[in-house]
């Protein structure tokens, strides 16, 4: 008899570590945690295009629905002010207003926010087979961007002059011509003064591994403003060969335009060239800004 209690009991205790054992192992769904990472960094008021990274366990979506809800977090009670769909991108390049280099798929939508503050953002996630998964954080928005917006006026260049800066730092010219660097550029285009634009037209770039081409001499050149050759109601002004003659492979230029009416902002110079076969080159670009003069007012300290 004890010998077959003792065998009872052994059984008994070997199959409560079964059964434990098999409670152990049984594996627990839980919906995965979702968070988002806003890489848009200069946020303002006005319209905004917000990219942003969507991370479900810690791994990046590149697929599903994401909506989001947008609140201004100093209101009263809580009011959606504005929602969007985001859309996903693969190609980092498509957004050019990025806080660092990203390599991850990641959301694009588009936002308006009326005013500057705290704002809260709700992303609601919606992948087939799943729950709806929400995730929310915080968005600071500036009266004014960081970054001229587009149509504003740009900001002041601070080319250097004499006045800023050592001879050495200006031209490598021995003498220096004193009346080529008394002006900062910007200085020069609210006054009116002429702006002078240099070039140098090349035939002789381009890659051989394919086969020769042959070289000619520049024949010509022209710049544009703010519009390009190639579109509509484009305007050339003729470039002059500062030896004065159009007889060389690689030519340098000049023109003076004048800045006379020119409105504030961003404006684009284009220049090119042609060679003597008839060839126009490619178009090169160059950024001129114009500012708002600024106004010095007399005070007295006492």
Same mark, same amino acid.
């Given at each position: 008899?004890?010998?077959?209690?003792? =065998?009872?009991?052994?059984?008994?205790?070997?199959?409560?570590?079964?059964?434990?054992?098999?409670?152990?192992?049984?594996?627990? =769904?839980?919906?995965?945690?979702?968070?988002?990472? !806003?890489?848009?960094?200069?946020?303002?008021?006005?319209?905004?295009?917000?990219?942003?990274? !969507?991370?479900?366990?810690?791994?990046?979506?590149?697929?599903?629905?994401?909506?989001? @809800?947008?609140?201004?977090?100093?209101?009263?009670?809580?009011? @959606?002010?504005?929602?969007?769909?985001?859309? *996903?991108?693969?190609?980092?390049?498509?957004?050019?207003?990025?806080?660092?280099?990203?390599?991850? *798929?990641?959301?694009?939508?588009?936002?308006?926010?009326?005013?500057?503050?705290?704002?809260?953002?709700?992303?609601?996630?919606?992948?087939?087979?799943?729950?709806?998964?929400?995730?929310? =954080?915080?968005?600071?928005?500036?009266?004014?961007?960081?970054? +001229?917006?587009?149509?504003?006026?740009?900001?002041?260049?601070?080319?250097?002059?004499?006045? =800023?800066? +050592?001879?050495?730092?200006?031209?490598?010219?021995?003498?220096?011509? *004193?009346?080529?660097? %008394?002006?900062?550029?910007?200085?020069?285009?609210?006054?009116?003064?002429?702006? !002078?634009?240099? /070039?140098? @037209?090349?035939?002789?770039?381009?890659?051989? /591994?394919? #086969?020769?081409?042959?070289?000619?001499?520049?024949?010509?050149?022209?710049?544009?403003?703010?519009? *390009?050759?190639? /579109?509509?109601?484009?305007?050339?002004?003729?470039?002059?060969?500062?030896?004065?003659?159009?007889?060389?492979?690689?030519?340098?230029?000049?023109?003076?335009?004048?800045?006379? %009416?020119?409105? @504030? %902002?961003?404006?684009?110079?284009?220049?090119? #060239?042609?060679?003597?076969?008839?060839?126009? %080159? +490619?178009? /090169?670009?160059?950024?001129?800004?114009?500012?708002?003069?600024?106004?010095?007012?007399?005070?007295?300290?006492?």
């Amino acid at each position: 008899m004890p010998l077959f209690l003792v =065998t009872m009991l052994t059984c008994a205790l070997a199959g409560f570590a079964c059964q434990a054992a098999a409670r152990e192992s049984t594996p627990t =769904t839980s919906p995965p945690s979702v968070s988002v990472e !806003v890489v848009t960094q200069d946020l303002a008021v006005g319209d905004s295009r917000l990219a942003l990274v !969507v991370l479900a366990d810690g791994r990046p979506l590149s697929e599903g629905a994401v909506h989001l @809800v947008f609140y201004y977090l100093q209101d009263p009670q809580p009011v @959606v002010r504005a929602e969007a769909d985001a859309v *996903p991108r693969l190609d980092q390049h498509e957004h050019a207003n990025l806080a660092d280099h990203v390599d991850l *798929p990641f959301y694009v939508a588009p936002v308006r926010f009326d005013r500057a503050g705290p704002w809260g953002m709700e992303a609601q996630v919606n992948q087939p087979g799943s729950a709806t998964r929400v995730a929310r =954080t915080r968005l600071d928005v500036r009266e004014q961007p960081l970054a +001229p917006a587009i149509g504003s006026p740009a900001p002041r260049s601070a080319s250097k002059t004499l006045r =800023t800066a +050592p001879p050495e730092e200006l031209s490598s010219a021995v003498p220096i011509d *004193p009346e080529l660097y %008394g002006l900062s550029i910007a200085e020069a285009i609210e006054t009116g003064q002429p702006l !002078v634009v240099n /070039s140098t @037209v090349d035939d002789t770039r381009y890659n051989n /591994s394919n #086969g020769a081409e042959p070289v000619q001499a520049v024949a010509a050149a022209e710049v544009y403003l703010d519009t *390009p050759p190639w /579109s509509p109601g484009a305007a050339p002004v003729a470039l002059a060969a500062v030896d004065g003659t159009f007889d060389e492979t690689i030519e340098p230029v000049t023109a003076t335009l004048s800045t006379a %009416g020119w409105p @504030v %902002g961003r404006h684009t110079l284009f220049v090119r #060239g042609r060679d003597a076969a008839g060839n126009w %080159g +490619p178009v /090169s670009a160059v950024f001129v800004d114009v500012i708002v003069p600024v106004e010095l007012q007399e005070f007295t300290v006492e």
